[in-house]
C-alpha cells in the first residue's frame, strides 16, 4: 500500500497523461455530437439553413455573372470606342468590339501583345508608347492625339486619353485606353488649315496685284476721272474673277467661265462676240490673268477696235494640243474683224504690257496688229480637260 501511494505520488504527470486524452476526446466530440443531435432532434431546421445558405451564394455568383455580362454589353456596345485595358507592362488585357472595329484586331489576336503595336513606326523610334503609360501613372491621365496604325497598315487619326487603372486600395493594375476614330475630323482640319494658307497667300498676291495694277494705271491715265474710270473698272475684273474661283472652292477654273466673266464688262450686243471651245481648266494663277488679259482686249475692242463701229465682231477660240515635253497646253485665240484700219501702236499701254509681260514663263502670248483686225494667240499649259 505505501509503495503503490508513493509510486501515484511520485509520478503525477503520468497520471494527468493518462485521463489527458478522455478529456480531450470529451471536448472534441461534444460539439459534433451536439450538431449530430440537433440535426437529429430538428432535421428540417436544419435543412431549411444549409439550402437558405446555398441559396445565398447561388444568388451572389448570379449577381456577379449579370453584373460580369453587363460589363460587357456595355463594353461591345460601345462600338465607336476603343476601350483596351493593358497591364503594367503595357500588354493588352482586354479589348472590346469598337477596339476590332477601329483597328481591325480581334481580341484572341491582340491580347497579350504590346499596345505599341498600333502606333506608327515613328512614334515607336522615339518611345511614344512607354512615354504615354509613364505619363498616365504620373499625372493620372496621358492624352492620344495622334496617328496610329490599323491592322492592315492604314493610318487613322487617333483621339483619346491613357489611364491608370487602380485597385480598390489605389494600387496600379495597368492602364486603361480609351479613345475614338476622328479621321474624318483631322482631316477637315488639315484642310483648313491649308485652306487659311492658301487664302492668306492668295490674297497677299490679290494685294500685290491691285498695287501693280494701280501703279500701271495711273501710269497710263492723264487725269483722277480716267484713273478712276480705268481703275474701278479693273477691280470690278478681279472680283469677277475671285467669283469664279470662288464657285469651284478656288481650285482650278473652266476657262470658259474665266473668258465669260470677263467679257461681262462688254454692255453691246452678245451675238458680236462668238466664243467656241472644248472644256479644260485653268490653274488658279492663270484664271486671274486671263481674265484681266480678256477684260484688256474687249476694252481696247470697244474704244478703238472691232467694237467700236456697228459693223465689228470678234471670234474667241481655243483648241488643245501637246507641249513640247509632253504635256499638254491650250492655244487661245482673240480675233477681230470689221472694225477700222488697225495700225501698230506708236507705244505700249497698259494692256500690252500686261498681255506680253503678265503671262508666266512656261505661256506666250502674240499680238498681230493685222490692218483687218487685231489678233491676239494666247499659249498656256493646260492643267486638264473636262470630260
Not at 451564394?57 to 493593358?86: G, K, P, V, W
Not at 484586331?105 to 512607354?130: L, N, P
Not at 496685284?209 to 501703279?215: D, I, K, N, P, W
Not at 487725269?223 to 470690278?236: I, M, N, P, S
Amino acid at each position: 500500500m505505501a509503495e503503490a501511494h508513493c509510486s501515484s505520488c511520485s509520478n503525477p504527470r503520468a497520471d494527468r497523461s493518462e485521463r489527458r486524452p478522455a478529456s480531450l476526446a470529451r471536448i472534441t466530440v461534444l460539439p459534433t455530437e451536439r450538431s449530430n443531435d440537433l440535426a437529429s432532434a430538428h432535421p428540417d431546421r436544419f435543412d431549411q439553413a444549409a439550402q437558405a445558405r446555398i441559396a445565398e451564394l447561388e444568388a451572389e455568383n448570379q449577381a456577379l455573372r449579370e453584373q460580369e455580362t453587363r460589363a460587357r454589353l456595355i463594353l461591345d456596345s460601345a462600338t465607336d470606342y476603343a476601350i483596351i485595358t493593358l497591364d503594367t507592362d503595357g500588354c493588352v488585357t482586354s479589348w472590346n468590339t469598337g477596339a476590332q472595329a477601329i483597328m481591325g484586331y480581334t481580341e484572341a489576336e491582340i491580347r497579350g501583345r504590346s499596345g505599341e503595336i498600333v502606333f506608327t513606326s515613328d512614334d515607336r523610334a522615339i518611345g511614344r508608347f512607354t512615354a504615354e503609360l509613364r505619363r498616365a501613372a504620373e499625372t493620372g491621365c496621358a492624352s492620344n492625339e495622334r496617328w496610329h496604325l490599323r491592322r492592315d497598315g492604314t493610318r487613322f487619326w487617333a483621339s483619346g486619353l491613357m489611364m491608370p487603372l487602380l485597385d480598390e486600395d489605389g494600387r496600379s493594375q495597368g492602364f486603361l485606353n480609351i479613345l475614338r476614330d476622328r479621321t474624318e475630323i483631322q482631316a477637315a482640319a488639315e484642310r483648313r488649315e491649308l485652306l487659311m494658307a492658301e487664302m492668306n497667300h492668295r490674297l497677299k498676291n490679290t494685294f500685290a496685284l491691285v498695287r501693280g495694277v494701280a501703279a500701271q494705271t495711273r501710269r497710263h491715265t492723264e487725269t483722277a476721272a480716267e484713273f478712276q474710270a480705268a481703275f474701278a473698272a479693273r477691280l470690278q475684273v478681279l472680283a469677277r474673277s475671285n467669283d469664279v474661283l470662288t464657285r469651284t472652292d478656288w481650285h482650278d477654273a473652266p476657262l470658259r467661265d474665266v473668258i465669260d466673266s470677263a467679257l461681262d464688262a462688254y454692255g453691246g450686243e452678245p451675238c458680236r462676240i462668238a466664243i467656241k471651245g472644248p472644256s479644260v481648266l485653268l490653274a488658279v494663277n492663270l484664271a486671274v490673268t486671263v481674265s484681266l488679259s480678256f477684260h484688256e482686249l474687249v476694252t481696247n475692242a470697244v474704244k478703238y477696235g472691232a467694237l467700236s463701229v456697228p459693223a465689228g465682231r470678234v471670234d474667241v477660240s481655243w483648241i488643245v494640243s501637246k507641249g513640247r515635253k509632253n504635256g499638254s497646253k491650250v492655244e487661245i485665240m482673240w480675233r477681230e474683224r470689221g472694225g477700222p484700219v488697225v495700225k501698230p501702236p506708236q507705244h505700249r499701254g497698259f494692256g500690252s504690257q500686261l498681255l506680253e509681260k503678265g503671262m508666266p514663263s512656261d505661256g506666250t502670248v502674240k499680238l498681230d496688229f493685222r490692218p483687218e483686225g487685231l489678233e491676239c494667240r494666247i499659249c498656256l499649259p493646260l492643267i486638264s480637260s473636262i470630260s
